[in-house]
């Protein structure tokens, strides 16, 4: 079999070892719908990814020049002896990749730069409003990111009820359950005794003046310490100007959750701190993620944000008619001009046409704002599948 011609409309494999294959000789049927099945580690993957798609890979990047092969990540060449007949090949990797809040629905199929395209050209501003890019639609942008939540929708903030678990206990008994353990922690209270704080009255009796300045303040005074002295000692060390143990730095609990949480490299440590935060949707902009300039910016009613939250089975109805020219000419409508009511026009029929494509593989139910962490691989391999469908490619495997 191995010597002999190629056949007709075929992928001739020779020789192929990839990781667990023992030298495999087949050859495969083109323009037809081809399945490789068989137990775990039988080789179906190290066949289909790291032997078919590899060499369609480096066969297409040899024809590309070398500055441009850099931006590319190659698979190493496969080994096998040979190949006849193979075609460019596009491939669903199996993986995940790694989970990120910012990669949505839309990012990844890249339906939202279509509609924040939309929204720029074709939107309806507010009187005397400048026009907008695109990216200023984009919560993953300078340009449109909410100043006060980076984009998020969401702030974290460190609360007296999540830094002070038990208000029963005192400051000696760790009630400030946020500052840091051990000798660090023993730095701050030792520094409160010696500014008159009292660290021995449970925490719900202490004044709030005091509870807030201990939690809140941004100040960062520097003291004399004594270390193991008692209050009492220590109000008599300093009024004898008694040479102190050290000078310590103070700082507010919540001045040191956050920047530890911002700026350690230690996973556990930011993993510690971040139980003393609480989220919370941004007040800005309402969890909506943009600047107001953006919100402001409607199209068939709603901001680039809602409408990312609807549905794609609804968005593909509310955008259909502008597509098909039979959107109701209202006041906003009447008042473009002609160029852009074709601009309108071409970027809904776009998107009707990409989302026809996701409604057809049982996708409608998801919204373009949908965090793809939260969706299943299933969900994901579809997604990722609705976008190659509307490639038009031809004649790749």
Known sequence: MRDSPPKAGHVRVRGAREH??????LDIPRDALVV?????????SS??????YAEAQRRYLESVSPYARRLFHQMP????????????????QQ????????????????????????????????????????ESFSPNTAEGACPQCSGLGRVYDATEASMVPDD????????????????????????LVTM????????????????????????????????GLTPAETRRALKRKETPSYQGTFSGARRYVLQTFANTESASMKKRVARYMVSTECPLCQGRR??????SVTFAGMDIMTLSRVPLERLAALLRPYADGTAPKGKARADKHPEQLIVTQRIAADLCARLDTMLALGLGYLALERSTPTLSPGELQRLRLATQVRSNLFGVV
């Not at 000696?172 to 353990?181: D, F, I, L, S």
């Not at 021995?200 to 310490?225: A, G, M, N, S, Y």
């Open 196 to 227: 008159g704080y009292d660290v021995d009255t449970p925490w719900r009796d202490l004044p709030k003046k005091d509870r807030d300045w201990i939690l809140f303040t941004d100040e960062t005074p520097t003291v004399p310490v004594y270390a």
């Open 168 to 191: 029963s206990l005192t400051i000696r008994e760790r009630a400030v359950a946020a500052w840091p353990p051990a000798w660090h922690g023993q730095n701050l209270r030792d520094i």
């Open 47 to 52: 066949l289909a990814f790291g032997t078919l």
């Open 290 to 295: 943009l600047r107001r300039e953006a919100l």
């Open 77 to 92: 060449v496969p080994e096998v002896d040979d190949i006849d007949g193979l075609p460019p090949a596009v491939a669903l």
């Open 95 to 134: 993986q995940r990749g790694t989970p990120t809040t910012r990669s949505s629905v839309g990012s990844v199929s890249t339906l939202s730069n279509s509609l924040r395209m939309l929204y720029s050209r074709a939107g309806d501003y507010p009187s005397g409003q400048e026009l907008l890019y695109a």
């Open 36 to 44: 490789f099945t068989g137990v775990s580690g039988s080789g179906k």
């Open 20 to 25: 667990n294959l023992k030298n495999v000789d």
